[in-house]
């Protein structure tokens, strides 16, 4: 299977930097006999093509001949791939694009006419380039976390497992047109993405503490469950998945409320009318769970990008660009290859931590500068040549943009790298007024490249590819934060949680009344809040806010002494009540104690890592945020020395309260996003954790050292 018998090879295999190597020759003479023409005919073509500089590079001469043959086909799963042949040539395309040039091994395999690949890897940064271009294989978002998946612990893919993928690949596609949908007269306009429905491994529905087992079907709108009863199937139940409000999180489920499995997904409509709770029973671990709550969570996404970037259905505008009304399509077929992907590698179990990293829009939702790579992706498949002139009218300006924000926003809609348009009435998302989006595209102009088609582009980055290098980087920076603090979590101690929520019950009403007045709920109490705490400030009256505080404070106290020594409070007053756990059994009780001791640890945790990056900003473990921190702090100093102090005061009370308004609430959601990233960017300070010592290790040790001094100290008494 990893040898192949080298034909007759007519391409000239000399380049001005290097003799090209079997890899190189290989995948530039099939793929041209694919487009047609020989390899010699291919390699004159394109050095009239493109630039000197371009064409001496032996990898851009393999991606030309590649792309080229790729960039005929529109389907939404390569019909080539169904070949061996053609899979095997992917293979030697992506070693050729890793090692253009010739090396020993190379003169060998020539000589004897005969090529293995035994022990060969493609590394990441050719499967990334190269995989991604085969419609159906990869996605760009998504490919490195593919490429770790497919990898495992190999610093490479061998052959074996990429034939391996691409046969589940094709299995999970076949799979799915083999799907009976007569049962389902409603499906017409639906594809079905997956059917869970087994003996071994049955899909629960939990309802008033029972299980119904079932036949769950995912679309790609909505969830179908059909109950299995004493007298057969009921009618099947279903959960649109489209609608705004829409939320999927990992529950544990189990008779009379227990939590005993940790292997059931929760799907919310978000208006409180419907919630369904599924639990994907599987003995060998959460696996199956983690990879439907991705399959869930990725159509939900899905029409949320839809709603978000994409233009109405009833858009006019759709008809002045040419072949946007297939953008709706395009994009849903980028999550329905997603998810067959997933079903790939779960088949082959070789799956990462969180399934959630291999499908692109759940990913791309809650990753660091995964709202640009939206923006390109959008651009990807609603861009178009424009056929119609397009009015200025009809454009509205993204919610919390600034006016400078809009001058650059509205000159002009954005091109893709082929020059496809998407018009600016279309962003209808904040995203579109964001300070990154602004940078990106003003920094992404279209570069005199040669470009086969949007996705295709010899020698250089689509915009899409440009997007995800920086998301990328930002994920791994993220990444490499959350290791430090990963590194210095400790355990934690348990406590009791409910009597220290009744403790800190009066705080907690105070700061929800409190919250109330900052939203405005009841306008009058607001604004007879502020008139009060107004007046103190102008009439400066400040310097007696603390004493009276301590007098109301004494005030109050000796009269509930006074209260209590009359008998007039009752004997139960000052006392804390709490109420006792439902009765449960002792696997129960230990549970509910576990869970409890986690979330001590978890928050002790967290206030541990926050302590440590405050000890990293203030011991300049990251120079240059304590040096934005340490400027941050003078120009602090310097209003307040300049500025009377109750103005300073004034105006903060005057930001706290006007915060949730409309006018301001954009703006201070970008603003706490933009302190969220630069938060995240900030390494934990390290942890050393020495080992264990007891009574009897500690007086060892004390024994020792003092030996050690007594033996320096002779020395010194001889020499005196």
Not at 241 to 251: A, D, E, I, M, R
Not at 357 to 381: E, H, R, W
Not at 522 to 535: K, N
Request: charged letters at 25%; proline letters at 5%.
């Amino acid at each position: 299977m990893e040898e192949i018998f080298l034909g007759e090879q007519i391409t000239p295999s000399s380049m001005p930097d290097g003799n090209l190597s079997l890899a190189a020759v290989v995948s530039i003479e099939q793929f041209s006999r694919m487009n047609g023409l020989t390899g010699q005919k291919m390699q004159k073509i394109f050095k009239a093509l493109v630039p000197r500089p371009v064409y001496d590079d032996a990898r851009n001469l393999v991606e030309y001949c590649c792309f080229r043959f790729l960039s005929r086909d529109v389907s939404d799963l390569h019909p080539c791939l169904k070949e061996p042949a053609f899979q095997r040539l992917i293979f030697i395309t992506m070693l050729a694009w890793e090692n253009p040039y010739r090396d020993k091994n190379d003169l060998h395999a020539i000589a004897s006419r005969k090529a293995s690949f035994q022990g060969k890897l493609v590394g990441e940064e050719a499967f990334s380039r190269i995989a991604p271009a085969i419609t159906g294989v990869a996605d760009r978002p998504t490919v490195h976390n593919l490429f770790k998946a497919l990898a495992g612990d190999e610093p490479g893919i061998s052959l074996r497992v990429w034939l391996t993928y691409i046969d589940e690949l094709l299995k999970v596609h076949e799979g799915r047109r083999s799907y009976q949908i007569r049962e389902y007269p409603q499906l017409s306009e639906e594809r079905i993405l997956c059917i869970g429905s087994s003996r071994k491994r049955p899909v629960l529905k939990w309802e008033n503490n029972m299980a119904w087992p079932g036949r769950l079907t995912l679309t790609d709108k909505a969830l179908y469950f059909e109950a299995v009863g004493l007298q057969g199937q009921k009618d099947a139940i279903r959960l649109d998945l489209t609608g705004h409000g829409l939320q999927v999180k990992k529950v544990k489920v189990g008779p009379f409320n227990s939590g005993l499995f940790d292997s059931g997904v929760a799907v919310s409509s978000g208006s409180g009318s419907q919630t369904w709770v599924l639990e994907f029973v599987d003995f060998g671990g959460e696996l199956r769970r983690d990879v439907w709550h991705a399959f869930i969570s990725e159509v939900i996404t899905l029409h949320k990008f839809l709603n978000e970037y994409g233009p109405d259905d009833d858009d006019q505008s759709l008809f002045q660009v040419f072949g946007s009304y297939k953008g709706k399509e395009k994009a849903t077929t980028a999550a329905v290859n997603g998810i067959a992907r997933l079903q790939a590698l779960q088949f082959m179990r070789k799956l990462l931590d969180d399934p959630i990293k291999l499908v692109q829009f759940s990913f791309l939702q809650n990753a660091p500068y995964g709202d640009i790579v939206f923006q390109t992706l959008a651009v990807n498949y609603w861009g178009g040549p424009l056929v119609a002139k397009v009015p200025d009218a009809g454009y509205q300006r993204a919610q919390g943009t600034s006016p400078s924000e809009e001058q650059f926003e509205i000159s002009d809609n954005m091109f893709d790298i082929d020059g496809s348009v998407y018009l600016r009435k279309w962003m209808r998302s904040p995203s579109w007024g964001s300070n990154a989006s602004i940078s990106f595209w003003k920094h992404s102009p279209i570069r005199e490249t040669f470009v086969l088609n949007k996705n295709l582009v010899v020698a250089d980055e689509t915009l899409v590819e440009r997007a995800v290098a920086i998301c990328k980087e930002k994920y791994q920076a993220v990444e490499k934060t959350q290791a430090t603090i990963d590194a210095a979590t400790l355990q934690g101690i348990p406590s009791n949680i409910d009597l220290f929520k009744e403790l800190l019950l009066p705080f907690t009403i105070t700061a929800r009344n409190f919250e109330k007045l900052r939203r405005w709920e009841e306008p009058h109490l607001t604004l007879s809040f502020l008139a009060f705490v107004y007046t103190i400030i102008f009439r400066n009256l400040l310097p007696y806010v603390f004493p009276m505080a301590l007098i109301v404070s004494a005030s109050g106290m000796l009269t509930l002494k006074g209260l209590k020594e009359q008998g007039r409070l009752g004997r139960s007053f000052g006392k804390v009540t709490i109420r006792d756990q439902p009765p449960s059994n002792t696997i129960q009780k230990i549970i509910a104690v576990k869970d409890a001791m986690r979330d001590v640890e978890h928050f002790l945790q967290n206030l541990n890592v926050t302590l440590l990056k405050l000890r990293t900003i203030l011991l300049a473990g990251q120079p240059q945020i304590t040096t934005e921190v340490a400027i941050v702090l003078l120009s602090s100093a310097t209003i307040l020395l300049i500025v009377p102090f109750k103005y300073v005061l004034a105006f903060l009370l005057c930001d706290l309260f006007t915060r949730e308004l409309e006018f301001r609430r954009e703006m201070v959601k970008r603003f706490l996003t933009f302190l969220k990233e630069r938060w995240l960017t900030v390494p934990a300070a390290p942890v050393l954790v020495l080992p264990y010592e007891d009574e009897e290790s500690k007086s060892v040790n004390q024994k020792s050292q003092t030996d050690k001094k007594a033996i320096r100290k002779k020395p010194e008494q001889l020499e005196a």
